[in-house]
T-cell receptor, first 111, second 115 residues
């Protein structure tokens, strides 16, 4: 039962343009959402998060948007840089600090 | 600040053999997680510890997998006997309980190949 879904397995974007990564969830009990970035042969690293009581959180080039009614969140990267090329995982937290991860989107930023 | 340590980084075994993975979380992190990440999929939680107690092990195949965190610090995950479908990266993560960002810090993972 996949409670967090990332329907785009891959995305290619030109350097300097905007990258938009999408994530959908099914469980309305999730209260916190996070994005992780993963390079090959490394564990995921935390990127940005958002509480369910907010609809936007911004940190430098990264912005996460949350649409609770649609059970949808997105990560915007502006401007995209070649070093952003990685796999991005969306994760959602349930009470008890239990996390559910999506299947990931592989982002390639083309120089 | 030292990160989450895991060993070994790679392990190749034959089916029906046993294997154990070790994790040392970030100092002071009460919560420890073991995830299984099969190629092309996201991490799937196997077991979650709060100090040395189990919070959630609902997705742990208990007939073959076991995990312990005896002193509330290090943890080991064991598979006995291994099956072909256990081939995956096993990730350990830790977090501050109730941390502001609720973020988990991941180790580099152990890549297991079962032949």
């Amino acid at each position: 039962d996949q409670q967090v879904k990332q329907n785009s397995p891959s995305l290619s974007v030109q350097e300097g343009r905007i990258s938009i990564l999408n994530c959908d969830y099914t469980n309305s009990m999730f209260d916190y959402f996070l994005w992780y970035k993963k390079y090959p042969a490394e564990g995921p690293t935390f990127l940005i998060s958002i509480s369910s009581i907010k609809d936007k959180n911004e940190d430098g080039r990264f912005t996460v948007f949350l649409n609770k009614s649609a059970k949808h969140l997105s990560l915007h990267i502006v401007p995209s840089q070649p070093g952003d090329s990685a796999v991005y995982f969306c994760a959602a937290r349930r009470t008890g600090n239990q996390f559910y991860f999506g299947t990931g989107t592989s982002l390639t930023v083309i120089p | 600040e030292a990160g989450v340590a895991q060993s070994p980084r790679y392990k190749i075994i034959e089916k029906r053999q046993s294997v154990a993975f070790w994790c040392n979380p970030i100092s002071g992190h009460a919560t420890l997680y073991w995830y299984q990440q099969i190629l092309g999929q996201g991490p799937k939680l196997l077991i979650q510890f709060q100090n040395n107690g189990v919070v959630d092990d609902s997705q742990l195949p208990k007939d073959r997998f076991s995990a312990e965190r005896l002193k509330g610090v290090d943890s080991t995950l064991k598979i006995q006997p291994a099956k072909l479908e256990d081939s995956a990266v096993y990730l350990c993560a830790s977090s501050l309980f109730g941390g502001v960002k609720n973020e988990q810090f991941f180790g580099p993972g152990t890549r297991l190949t079962v032949l």
